[in-house]
């Protein structure tokens, strides 16, 4: 697979939900297979999150106009509602199949992988028809989003054939005939609607995905999108199957929280879809394999940096996250043995500290905790120290960290 330069955004909550209550209910067990042709589009929608990327903060839902910030400039959302002259109501049903699966949009324009078509591609004929019939009965709505705002020259859209020539593998997703049919569905959601490399490959030089590095994780607007490979370390490796599920459906499992992009990724999508596909999901991501890894030892407690980390740690986090790390199970996240605080890069660590956090809040788990801010009140390597200790005590191991990165991080949130 390669990969787009798009992100899920970082959005205001947007208070849509892609199902109503009552279908949240049903799909629970319920096979999407046997939906009607709309509520099954509805449904594949959703595990697309198709409405996190098309609604600007404020914005009708589907209307687009959210900017979705790349390397090149900015692109924004396009309204994808059934409006006749600013939304899709206008396509034909094979510019929709195109639009999906070859990038190539009403009259054949050229899309930006902003538009994730390099996992759509593996979509069914049957799912695309499905997600064309849901389009067309949500609410129309009158939205000119001029969808380009790339400087010259990306933004010349007939760029996009040379990178769709190296980058773009068009093509249905094809089943592993040696693995179940829960491990193919999962990889069929995982790797086509759910497009979770968008986030979790890092990229290469002309932003598409590396492909030596599936889903080993990748910063992406001043975050950076975890490694979710079966590595133990770095990965998925310790959690278990159900943990994953419930990450994915609650938003937390004892040893995480979702926040930032992926609390909305929670929110809109995944804690809506069914048991069954969120289980496959899991199955899938834990088969896959991690790369071969570094041995990485821990810091001495004597190294200075260690420290100071560990008093500016007593002061500040001890009271939440206790002087073990162990936090509170789906309260407060655990440091010790977490894969995330032992990424390999620290920014997730770094911006939480400096700018706070606020956890998703899911029908199974209303509390959405938050992490205030201590940007305010510790200094570029005061902040440094303390994610050093983090990463290096209760068994942790992993570089340290800068006063030059935390500056870094500390940009970015303030832009």
Known sequence: MKAKFSSVAMTAAIGVSVLSGAAIAQTSSTDPQQFSRIERGRYLATVGDCVSCHTAPGGAPFAGG?????????????????????????????????????GRGRHGKRLYPGMPYPSYTLLTDDDVAALRAYFATIPSVANDVVVNQLSFPFSLRQDMLVWNLIEFNAGRYKPDSSKSAEWNRGAYLVNGLGHCNTCHTPKSILFGDKSDADFQGAAIEGWFAPNITNSKRLGLGEWSVQEVVDYLK????????????????????????????LRAMAVYLKSLEPKAEKTVAALENGVAAMKTGAAIYKDNCAACHLDSGEGLPRLFPRLAGSSNVRSEDPTTSIRKIVAGSRAVATEAAPTAPAMPSFGWRLGDQQIADVVTYIRNSWGNAAPAVTAGKVKNVRSSVAN
């Open 250 to 277: 609650t938003g937390t499992n004892g040893r995480a929280l979702a926040s930032g992009s992926m609390a909305q990724v929670v929110t809109n999508s995944t804690s809506k879809m069914t048991d069954n596909d």
């Open 66 to 102: 959210l900017a979705l910030n790349t390397p090149f400039g900015t692109l924004l959302s396009p309204n994808i509602t059934p409006d006749m002259q600013t939304g899709i109501g206008a396509m034909t049903d094979a510019e929709f199949t195109s639009t999906l699966r070859d």
